[in-house]
């Protein structure tokens, strides 16, 4: 089945672009387009579409609060796609529920894919951010007291390696370019050590490491 995707940008060009990319892949369907929040919230009611990609400072309903209103409502997975990466946009548009954030300097690969990865279930995060987020996250989070202090006995050798990358705050694929090899291991090794910690995110996980290697 397509991916059902709103796109949401107060720009006719932009939203073009936008289209143009997701067109090229058969497996998502563009079910309208709207060009401030409170149409975006209007069209997502409408059409009940698996992703919203949505753009954040619009005219009269900005994207942070049109995320929130979507999501509250359980009317799709808003993936944000935006020009603007300050902390204030960044974390309010995850507060308000979406389930990514990419930069419109993203390639079309990466938007597609996180398209596909938001229908999932799965979030996806630029590069640029990923590391202000865990930063964030790392102050608040709570690391359950069931995780043992003794990672070495715990874990492999490689699965020690990708978790002091998480720390770090690095991606997938920044992962698996550290250590030159493919992101599905990259992703198998993630779950498996998350599984071995008892920890149920990947923050929790970077939580272990900053602990363990600061």
């Known amino acids: 089945m397509s991916v059902r995707v709103l796109i949401v940008?107060?720009?006719?060009?932009?939203?073009l672009g936008i289209r143009m990319v997701l067109e090229a892949d058969a497996g998502i369907e563009i079910v309208g387009e709207a060009?401030?929040?409170?149409?975006a919230v209007e069209l997502a009611r409408a059409?009940?579409?698996?992703?919203?990609?949505?753009d954040?400072?619009?005219?009269?309903?900005?994207?942070v609060a049109a995320t929130g209103q979507i999501?509250?409502?359980?009317?799709?997975?808003?993936l944000v796609l935006t020009t603007f990466d300050d902390d204030?946009?960044?974390?309010?548009?995850?507060q308000a529920g979406a389930y990514g954030f990419l930069l419109k300097s993203a390639t079309p690969a990466q938007i597609i894919t996180a398209v596909h990865d938001a229908a999932a279930g799965r979030s996806t995060l630029a590069p640029e951010v990923t590391a202000r987020v865990m930063h964030r996250a790392m102050t608040t989070t709570v690391v359950p007291p069931s995780i043992g202090a003794d990672l070495d006995r715990l874990l492999t050798e490689r699965e020690l390696e990708v978790l002091r990358l998480l720390g770090r705050g690095l991606s997938n694929p920044q992962i698996a370019g550290q250590l030159l090899i493919g992101e599905t291991t990259?992703?198998?090794?993630?779950?498996?050590?998350m599984m071995k910690l008892q920890v149920t995110s990947r923050v929790q996980a970077a939580r272990v490491a900053f602990e363990r290697w600061g």
């Open 9 to 15: 940008d107060d720009h006719d060009t932009v939203r």
């Open 35 to 39: 060009g401030n929040g409170r149409a």
């Open 47 to 54: 059409h009940r579409s698996d992703v919203v990609l949505m």
């Open 56 to 63: 954040l400072r619009m005219p009269v309903l900005d994207g």
């Open 71 to 78: 999501t509250s409502a359980q009317l799709g997975r808003v």
């Open 88 to 94: 204030d946009y960044l974390f309010g548009a995850l």
């Open 186 to 193: 990259v992703k198998t090794h993630v779950s498996r050590l």
